[in-house]
Each structure stands twice: as C-alpha cells, then as structure tokens.
C-alpha cells in the first residue's frame, strides 16, 4: 500500500503550519493512503499473468498422463483414442482437403469452418434473443414486486425443467433442424440472464436510490441512471452464464436433425465409431466456449471494473 | 430552457431555514421520534448529540423527506418538505458516492440532472475545494476514507443545496484525519455558507463544528436541551486546548448524561 511521500503538506501545530484555508486547498497525507499507483497496476498485472499460467497446470498434467497411458498401452484405444491420433483427426478437420460427401452424409475433413459457423450462428441468434427477453421480464422482476408476484412462481418452475425434456416440444413446433436448435439455445441460455438480473436489480441497496432522487434523478429515470449500473456486475456473471448454457445446449438442438453444426458431426462420429473425431467435437465446444465467455468478459469488462475486488 | 433547468432555478441559492414541529415516526410498536422539535437558521450550524441508537439518524432521514413523519410537520423556508430533493443535500457516515462512476462524474451528477450548463466549472472548483485535484478519474473504492467522505459531502454541495444534513458523517474516519475533516469542513462552509443539521455522538465533533448544539434524549428521540457554541469562526485542533472549549465540553456532557 503506498504511504505519503515527503514532497506532500505536511501539518503542524501552531505556528509554520498551514491555514486551515491550506489544508482545505492541498492534498491531505490521506490522499495517497490508498491510491491507485502504475507500481500497483504492474503487481496486479504479474499476478494475472501468474493466475493464468496456474490454470494450465492441471490440463496440461492431465494431458501428459492421457499421452504417458496411451503410449504405454494402459488405456484401450478403443475406449480412448490416443492424443496425436485426436490431433491428426483434428488437423484434418481444421486443414483436410474438402471431399464433397453424398447427400445424408455429414462432413468431416475439412469442415471446421462450415460446422463452427453453423453452430456459432445457432448459438448467438438464440443467445440474441434470449438476452432481450432475459433482460426485460429479469428488470421487471427486480423493479417490481407485482410483477415479481405474478411472473416469478412461473419462471422458478419453468427453469426446473431439463432441456432435454424441451426436446420433444420443440421438434413439435419448429420441426426437425433449424428453428428447434435456436429455440432449445434460447431455452437453455434465457434462465440464468433473466434470474441474475432479476435478482441483481431487487439488491440494489436503497441508498443508492434514495441519492439519486436526493440530487435530482427523476424516477422514470431510476432504472437507467441507477439500477441498471449498479446491479450490472451480476447481470454480467447470468450474461456470461446463459451464453455458456446456451452453447452447451446447441448440440442437444443439433440433435434433432441438422446436417451441419458441431453437434451434427459429433453424432456422425458417433454413428461411425468415430472416438477420436468425438473428441475433436468435445474440444471444439470447449474451445469455443471458452473463447466466447473471454470475449463477453473483455467487452463488459469497462462497465464492470468498478466491482473488481 | 428545459423543464429541469427551470425547476432547478427555483431553487433557493441560499441558505434557508429548516424548522421541524412535533416530529414523531414509529416503525412498528417501535416509537423512535416522540415530538421533535427543532429550527435551523440560515446559515447556522445545528449539531444534534445523543446516543447511539437515540433515533438521531431516523430524524435526519425525516428532514431529509426520505422518510415521512406520522405526526407533525417539516419545512424548508416555510415550505412543506415532501420526499427528498436536492434542496436537503445528505450525507451519510458510508457516503453517497456511486460506485460505477469516477470522482468527477460523482460531483457532476447532480448538475446535470439539473441541466445546468456549468457543470465543469462546478465539479472543478469543487475538486479544488476538496483537495482532490489529480484524482477526477479516480473510482471511489481507490480513494481514502477520507477522501470518500470529502466527496460525498462536495457531490450533494454541486447542487447548491440551501440545506446540508450530515449523519455522523466523520465518524468511521480515525482520530487525526477526523481532526483534519472538522478543519476542512468549516473552511468549506465559510466560503459556501449552508445550512448545516448534523448528528453525532462525539462532543468534540459537535463543539468544532456547530454554532448550536442540541441534546437529544435516548429514545424515543427529542430535544431536550440546546447550547450556543460562542467559540468563534477559527475553530481547529487548537481549540481543543482552549479554555472555553474545555468548559463549553465539560457544561455539554453534564447536559448530555441527564438529559
């Protein structure tokens, strides 16, 4: 923590110290007590940097058994494919050369970009659409308690239920392919933004609300100026929940027929006895997802700073 | 001009008296203020000792409009206070400040509910008054109590309010810097002459910066005594030494224990 520095007032009694007038003019030793120094940026920069290489240990560890077992013959391929054989299987989905399949016939060499797309785009229009609704019943919730009564017993019930169980539903109303893969997205990422908000919004504490109408805020205006900034770190954390949700309920919505997307290879895989592509499906998920949950926290990162602890 | 520059210029500019007659409020079965009355002129400083727990707080928040009273009436220069305003500028012992927003947005915030077209010039001079000059981007969390508490009281101060009412506002701060507050705080209202009504529990504190003090009892919560503090305008740690303070603290805390 940095101390104050001689070349700040410093306060005497009597005579040779300065006036009150001075004091109230000059930065006071407590000032600097706990201010923000490019020193302290640095730290916390080294210490991220650390965090960060901490969170590989275990996964490359891991790695290193799965090679250790794979090349020692202790794991059965036919269990579990070897490392470079899934890296092979991955290379030659990322780079292959393209062979145009028959008709019915998902995909596999070359594919990457067709297949991700499909499942990004899947992902991010119903991930779009839950947000909005998320967002507007989880601030009507928080905002008002006729509204937390009329709509909050339904929403607790709603998100007890699996979205495998939405399945059948969803191929009933939207049909095979498409539209239930947005829906059951939509269906899989809308609880935790619409429950974060919500819950996020009914904490504000009251004294930030009764500040704000004590210099001048309308209350019309309250949502915007007060209860949207201060309960926005939460809403991140349900943001950042729903958008993981969501992408890991894009392969149960890839399951009801369509002929690209991640989850469409996977099943393919599945259906030809393909563990290592399998794999290379499973780690296009966590890679992607892992890549969208750091994108989300980079971009709110400025609103949210201020909560940082 | 907009509808909230206009009501923002009828605002008084100066300080006004604030008056409170039989003020009562019960929470429950809980009676908290039983008949407060009390009257703040222009421009005095109305400091309001009593115990921990004795309804001090519930009785600012009453004259601030953020609570309302069952009983009796609150006014503002002969106006009826209804709900809060920035009128009754409050600060609180945890502060004010918004969190999300820096120093400077901090002050800025009020005059520009307001529509003011001076909102700069504002947050300047009070940046300069507070002595926070180089930390205008800082967020409140990376500044000192202090500096927080110095803030807050500048943040309700940008909007001109002809009435201040601080709860316990120094009282979280240590010894020394408390000490500094107390000196900052009337070179402050010196040059930005406000009606002040502050509580506390601490003698020091309500001597050092009131020009009348006012005893509360343990509640429910009245006035039950009032002392002039006739110890001039250059009041600072050494006044702690003067004389008349040591007798003015000796006659207020007799005062204080029977009341």
């Not at chain 2, 409020?25 to 400083?45: H, I, N, Q, R, T």
């Not at chain 2, 927003?101 to 001076?118: F, I, K, T, V």
């Not at chain 2, 303070?245 to 204080?256: E, H, I, T």
Request: with cysteine; net charge neutral; hydrophobic share 45%.
């Amino acid at each position: 923590m940095p101390t104050s520095t001689s070349s700040e007032p410093v306060e005497t009694v009597g005579d040779g110290g300065p006036s009150i007038a001075e004091v109230a003019l000059e930065p006071s030793p407590d000032i600097a007590a706990d201010a923000v120094t490019p020193a302290g940026g640095r730290r916390s920069a080294r210490s991220r940097r650390r965090r960060r290489a901490l969170g590989l240990v275990v996964p490359v560890f891991l790695l290193g058994v799965w090679w250790l077992c794979s090349a020692r013959g202790i794991i059965s391929t036919k269990l579990l494919p070897t490392p470079w054989k899934v890296a092979e299987a991955a290379w030659d989905f990322v780079a292959g050369s393209r062979v145009d399949s028959l008709a019915g016939v998902v995909p596999f060499s070359g594919a990457a970009p067709e297949h991700l797309s499909a499942s990004i785009l899947r992902w991010l229009s119903g991930y779009g659409i839950a947000v909005v609704v998320g967002l507007t019943i989880g601030l009507g919730i928080g905002l008002s308690r006729l509204v937390a009564d009329l709509v909050d017993p339904l929403v607790q019930a709603l998100r007890a239920i699996p979205i495998f169980a939405w399945l059948p539903l969803a191929l009933v109303w939207f049909g095979l392919g498409e539209g239930a893969a947005r829906y059951l997205v939509f269906i899989g990422a809308v609880s935790p933004i619409l429950i974060a908000t919500a819950d996020s919004v009914s904490r504000v504490p009251a004294s930030y609300v009764e500040t704000a109408l004590m210099l001048g805020t309308r209350r019309r205006a309250l949502p915007r100026r007060v209860y949207l900034p201060a309960a926005l770190p939460g809403i991140v954390t349900g943001l950042r929940l729903g958008l993981t949700l969501g992408w890991m309920s894009v392969i149960v919505g890839e399951l009801t027929g369509t002929q690209t997307g991640i989850g469409a290879m996977m099943n393919a895989a599945r259906e030809g006895g393909r563990l290592d592509q399998i794999l290379v499906g499973m780690l296009c998920f966590a890679v992607v997802g892992l890549l969208g949950d750091i994108l989300l926290r980079a971009a709110s990162r400025p609103f949210v700073a201020w909560s940082d602890r | 001009m907009t509808q909230a520059q206009a009501g923002h210029s009828q605002l008084p500019q100066l300080p006004a008296t604030l008056v409170a007659r039989h003020v009562t409020k019960s929470f429950g079965a809980v009676e908290v203020l039983a008949g407060v009355d009390l009257w703040a002129g222009p421009g005095e400083v109305l400091a309001l000792l009593g115990p921990s727990g004795c309804g001090k707080s519930t009785l600012l928040r009453v004259l601030a409009g953020f609570e309302q009273a069952d009983d009796g009436v609150v006014e503002l220069a002969g106006r009826p206070v209804r709900g809060p305003s920035p009128e009754r500028g409050m600060v609180a012992q945890a502060g004010t400040l918004f969190p999300w927003l820096s120093l400077s947005e901090n002050l800025g915030y009020g005059p520009r509910q307001a529509g003011r077209n001076d909102v700069e010039r504002t947050v300047g001079d009070l940046v300069a008054a507070t002595g926070l000059s180089g930390f205008e981007d800082a967020l409140p969390r990376e500044l000192s109590g202090g500096m927080r508490q110095r803030a807050a009281i500048a943040q309700v101060l940008a909007n001109r309010p002809p009435v201040l009412l601080l709860d316990e506002p120094f009282g979280a701060l240590d010894a020394q810097t408390r000490l500094r507050m107390h000196e900052w705080f009337r070179s402050l209202l010196a040059e930005r002459p406000t009606t002040v009504v502050l509580v506390t529990h601490d003698v020091d504190e309500a001597l050092l910066l009131g020009d009348r003090v006012g005893m509360l009892s343990a509640r429910p919560c009245r006035v039950v005594d009032s002392v002039d503090v006739d110890l001039g305008d250059q009041r600072g740690r050494d006044t702690l030494s003067d004389q008349r303070f040591v007798g003015l603290k000796a006659d207020v805390l007799g005062r204080v224990l029977s009341a």
